[in-house]
Nanobody, 127 residues
Framework: QVQLVESGGGSVQAGGSLRLSCAVY????????MGWFRQAPGQEREGVAA???????NYADSVKGRFTISQDNAKSMLYLQINSLKPEDTAMYYC?????????????????????WGQGTQVTVSS
């Protein structure tokens, strides 16, 4: 059974940093694409960062230069380093796995591409 478990969220002030982690269980992690998504209340889920097993990455324009996605295949872990947090970054953050790993360089940022999802970790940024 595939299970993704996020951790590392919290409440921080604007300008602060957080490192989100995603532990992957029951899944052949090293061969596919992984991504981080977020969803704020009343808004659609959006992709913020993705990574292919090769290490190539893809970021949403709104987070480029502030967010860094990384992975440790040996430990089946996915990470998201978030710097220079802004109040508009407030959302539930989810990690997800895409077994098909489409053709988008660095991995897709479209939620519908992803098959497996975690339960999320909340990030709240105060001004």
């Amino acid at each position: 059974q595939v299970q993704l478990v996020e951790s590392g969220g919290g409440s921080v002030q604007a300008g602060g940093s957080l490192r989100l982690s995603c532990a992957v269980y029951g899944y052949t992690y090293s061969s596919d694409c992984m991504g981080w998504f977020r969803q704020a209340p009343g808004q659609e889920r959006e992709g913020v960062a993705a990574i292919r097993s090769s290490g190539s990455t893809n970021y949403a324009d709104s987070v480029k230069g502030r967010f860094t996605i990384s992975q440790d295949n040996a430990k089946s872990m996915l990470y998201l380093q978030i710097n220079s947090l802004k109040p508009e970054d407030t959302a539930m953050y989810y990690c997800a796995a895409d077994p098909t790993c489409g053709d988008v360089p660095g991995g897709s940022l479209m939620p519908r591409q992803y098959k497996y999802w975690g339960q999320g970790t909340q990030v709240t940024v105060s001004s």
